[in-house]
Nanobody, 123 residues
Framework: QVQLEESGGGLVQAGGSLRLSCAAS????????MAWYRQAPGKQRTLVAH????????NYADSVKGRFTISRDNAKNTVYLQMNSLIPDDTAVYYC????????????????WGKGTLVTVSS
């Protein structure tokens, strides 16, 4: 049984920082492509950040590049998303995804999703 449990969301003012965590069970995060997606109300769920299996190559949406960092702690089997310099457009529910593949033309989500954690950035 695969479980992905996000945590760390909350309310933050513009310019602030949050670190999201995705604790995984039933899967080894360093052997899977892992990704963070987000979905704002009334909008499509889109890729935020991706980290490749084993090689740990990372990719980011242009809107967050330079501000967000995805990483893994293999000992804790946890994936993180460090979010700095937050802006109101970052407001969304953030979802952890396992099995994701990144291509320059667009990502492909894997089969497993967390339930999401809400990030609200006030102006």
């Amino acid at each position: 049984q695969v479980q992905l449990e996000e945590s760390g969301g909350g309310l933050v003012q513009a310019g602030g920082s949050l670190r999201l965590s995705c604790a995984a069970s039933g899967i080894i995060v360093n052997l899977n492509g892992m990704a963070w997606y987000r979905q704002a109300p009334g909008k499509q769920r889109t890729l935020v950040a991706h980290i490749a299996a084993r090689s740990s190559t990372t990719n980011y949406a242009d809107s967050v590049k330079g501000r967000f960092t995805i990483s893994r702690d293999n000992a804790k089997n946890t994936v993180y998303l460090q979010m700095n310099s937050l802006i109101p457009d970052d407001t969304a529910v953030y979802y952890c995804n396992s099995g994701a593949v990144y291509f320059s033309s667009g990502s492909r989500a894997g089969d497993y999703w967390g339930k999401g954690t809400l990030v609200t950035v006030s102006s």
